[in-house]
């Protein structure tokens, strides 16, 4: 029996009682009968050959009894469980809530789970597994509803990135999504659509034409602000811009931002999704939207549309490490793929284990090591202060972006996905294009900005089984230290995959003058752990919650059940079957 299995007798105690034998007591049944003879006259009903019969067919009738009700009961479990078993293979819709003869935590499923930042979208995400789809046709209609549901961080006009792995075929892709050349100052060229359009073409299993009829309803009936949209209107605003408006501002001539609660309409981005997304053919940007997007930034329409045609996603083989019992996949730059695998494979040079978890000091002194090693990454890398590329005149330190909206899909044949849009910063170029009904990113594909830090998605393997772990960070130059870091966990320290993501975290932020600065999140301020920290770490920070807002999320399949976490949980939203 599988570890952690029931073991559903184990309820049951025996004893063992001794009993005479069945002779032995019409001996002394005869011998009390010869002394009573004197007194009285006894008529036997049975001889004593006769009444040993007897108790022998009652006791033979009593065991057949017994024994066919065990075989009975055995295979009425065994009738159940095929049934059962037999159901989850093809669940149908509105079926699934009882078709479950136990029940898990929240996030541990049997099937397939999805974990994206909006709840509307993971909840549309689920119901395309229901009606037939499979993990990449959930995930495009989850990332295309939060183009709807959270515009200031993903959408049309902005960029992709993911990390597939076929639960069929065996085979792990990288998508980048990620434009080389910018439409004008400032502007960043789309290439979310496009990469969508063309995971879909190659590992997508429903019609296209589908998948973008929620969102598009979504937008036209509307829907409510929710607080992490509300977060972002209010930031921006503060800031005085102006282009979040009309749609994302109240009626009257103060137009202030809507608020939790608040509902929204997105007439012209719910026509682009029904009458131009929905009839793309193929993985270029449709040139309706091309000419609405030349005259809204005021652009030649065919210089426009040639440079767009020059902009294609592309779907490659990852950049794949060895990590002992353990591979990892990573998709290739301009993605932080390469930042994620640098920064595991110093930990891995540290020979840590579960004993450098094993008291305050070793504790303390392991966290230390690991930032440390996550400095000397960045610094030769990114060509931080003093590093020998700092010294060549390369790269610039790059300013912190905010991240994106996260996609993460696992379902019942075994694929796994994980997808990050983006417009680079808070609302993109802070442009809101009227013709599409979108916001445009500021992504411009510059080389000397450095590396995608918000695209940091990563598939960890093991070797020995079919276990299968997807995670992303986003939030900035910290996101891949913060993935970095879940990873060693799970491999080096044989944590568990929410254990990963819930322990304390550090933080390495890059200022914009290039110096590092480093945080702890997840500790008390009297703890031991922290105590010692900070007399080696000098400068360390200790905040709530998460640096810079970093955000992680995961999903794995492991002992047959699908699994989905969030940290902080706040800022994702776990849906499955």
């Not at 599988?2 to 309820?11: E, F, K």
């Not at 019942?412 to 993109?428: K, Q, R």
């Not at 599409?436 to 093991?462: E, H, I, K, N, Q």
């Not at 130059?477 to 990963?500: C, G, N, T």
Request: proline share 5%; net charge negative.
């Amino acid at each position: 029996m599988a570890a952690g299995a029931t073991n559903w007798a184990s309820g049951a105690h025996y004893q063992k009682i001794p009993a005479k034998d069945w002779s032995e007591e019409e001996e002394e049944e005869e011998e009390e009968e010869e002394e009573e003879e004197e007194e009285q006259v006894t008529i036997y009903l049975h001889t004593p050959s006769a009444r040993v019969m007897l108790s022998r067919q009652k006791r033979n009738s009593c065991l057949r009894v017994t024994a066919s009700m065990t075989l009975l009961g055995v295979g009425l479990y065994f009738g159940f469980h095929a049934l059962w078993l037999s159901g989850l293979e093809s669940p149908e819709a509105g079926d699934v809530e009882g078709l479950h003869l136990h029940h898990h935590e929240h996030g541990v499923y049997h099937q397939a789970a999805v974990i994206t930042d909006s709840e509307i979208c993971s909840g549309f995400a689920k119901e395309t597994l229901l009606e037939g789809g499979n993990a990449v046709d959930a995930g495009v209609v989850a990332m295309l509803c939060l183009g709807v549901v959270h515009p200031h961080s993903t959408g049309i006009g902005g960029v992709l990135t993911a990390i597939f792995h076929n639960g069929t075929s065996g085979a792990t892709k990288a998508l980048n999504a990620l434009p080389s050349e910018r439409l004008k100052p400032g502007f960043g060229a789309p290439l979310l659509l496009q990469g969508l359009r063309l995971l879909h073409h190659q590992h997508g299993s429903l019609p296209w034409a589908r998948l973008p009829g929620r969102p598009a309803k979504l937008a036209r009936e509307g829907f409510a602000v929710d607080e992490i949209l509300a977060r972002a209107v209010a930031r921006e605003a503060a800031g005085g811009a102006a282009g979040l408006c009309p749609f994302l501002c109240g009626p009257g001539p103060g137009q202030a931002p809507k608020g939790v609660g608040a509902q929204v309409t997105n007439e012209k981005l719910a026509t682009v999704l029904e009458e131009v997304v929905r009839k793309m053919g193929g993985d270029l940007f449709p040139e309706t939207l091309a000419r609405d997007l030349a005259r809204d930034l005021s652009l030649d329409p065919q210089s426009l549309a040639e440079t767009l045609r020059h902009q294609r996603a592309v779907l490659s083989s990852p950049l794949v490490t060895e990590l002992d019992d353990f591979t990892l996949a990573v998709p290739p730059a301009p993605s932080a793929g390469e930042v994620l695998i640098q920064l595991v494979g110093r930990a891995r040079r540290l020979g840590l284990s579960w004993a450098s978890l094993a008291n305050d000091v070793n504790t303390s002194s392991t966290y230390r090591h690991l930032l440390n090693a996550a400095q000397q990454v960045y610094q030769k890398l990114l060509g931080l202060p003093g590093s020998p590329r700092e010294r060549g005149g390369g790269r610039r330190s790059p300013e912190t972006a905010p991240g994106g909206s996260h996609v993460l899909v696992v379902d019942g044949t075994g694929n796994i996905l994980a997808m990050v849009g983006s417009l680079n910063s808070t609302f993109g170029a802070k442009t809101f294009s009227p013709s599409t009904g979108s916001f445009l990113s500021d992504f411009t594909g510059s080389r000397d900005s450095g590396l995608v830090y918000w695209a940091c998605p990563g598939l960890l393997r093991s070797k020995a089984g079919e276990d299968y772990m997807v995670l992303v960070s986003s939030g900035g130059a910290d996101a891949p230290f913060v993935s970095a870091q879940a990873i060693i966990s799970v491999v080096y320290l044989e944590r568990s995959a929410s254990d990963a993501l819930a322990g304390p975290r550090l933080y390495l932020h890059v200022g914009r003058q290039g110096a590092p600065h480093k945080a702890v999140s997840g500790l008390k301020s009297d703890s031991e752990i922290f105590a010692h920290l900070s007399r080696e770490v000098p400068g360390l920070e200790l905040v709530n919650g998460t640096a810079e807002g970093v955000t992680s999320t995961l999903v794995e399949s492991h002992l047959g059940h699908k699994r989905a976490y969030a940290h902080p949980q706040t800022c994702a939203f776990v849906d499955g079957y």
